[in-house]
């Protein structure tokens, strides 16, 4: 004899027989949230590939630092529209100033994470090649693009998904629901 316990009606996802809603909407949520990540991931992947291919083009003209700020720059920008638009589903201009004020903030983190790996890699490695200052500075942008996603996720949230039981909040600007 199989023994279920009745889930409350609009669960989904239920892992089975005894799954209840409190479970099935806290997985539901974690895997909108990775499934985001995911997003946010490639999203930043692509812009990451701008910044290092511009990083190159800058660099035949000017020196580490300054090529380095310019590309973060200029990438930050198109990145923090790029997850606005893909990763967090806002379209329209409500809150780009406010977004593209906190992707520039979030500038200021990133240029003292990437300033550091430069200098540190310039501190340890005599003469380093272009190779090896783009590679640490991607490595350098992946880590802190955890924290801008982290920083955006909840910035970007719709106004009606805050104060929410959360489903819609991890879901939302991704076209998934729970």
Not at 67 to 75: D, E, H, Q, R
Not at 102 to 112: I, K
């Amino acid at each position: 004899m199989l023994l279920t316990r009745p889930v409350a009606s609009g669960a989904t996802g239920c892992a089975g027989p005894y799954a209840s809603p409190v479970t099935t909407s806290r997985a539901a949520r974690w895997r909108a949230i990775f499934r985001q990540l995911v997003v946010f991931a490639c999203v930043g992947g692509a812009f990451n590939v701008f910044y290092g291919l511009l990083y190159v083009v800058l660099r035949t003209e000017l020196s580490a630092q300054p090529a380095n700020a310019i590309a973060l720059v200029v990438s930050t920008i198109a990145g923090t529209w790029g997850h606005r638009r893909i990763t967090f589903g806002v379209r329209g201009p409500e809150r780009t100033v406010t977004h593209q004020a906190l992707g520039l903030a979030l500038l200021g983190f990133s240029l003292a994470v990437t300033a550091g790996s430069l200098w540190l890699l310039e501190a340890t490695v005599d003469a380093p090649s272009r190779t090896q200052e783009v590679a640490v500075l991607v490595a350098a942008n992946l880590g802190t693009g955890l924290v801008r996603f982290a920083v955006f996720r909840v910035a970007m949230r719709r106004p009606r998904d805050r104060g929410s039981d959360g489903a819609s909040e991890a879901t939302a600007g991704i076209g998934l629901t729970t």
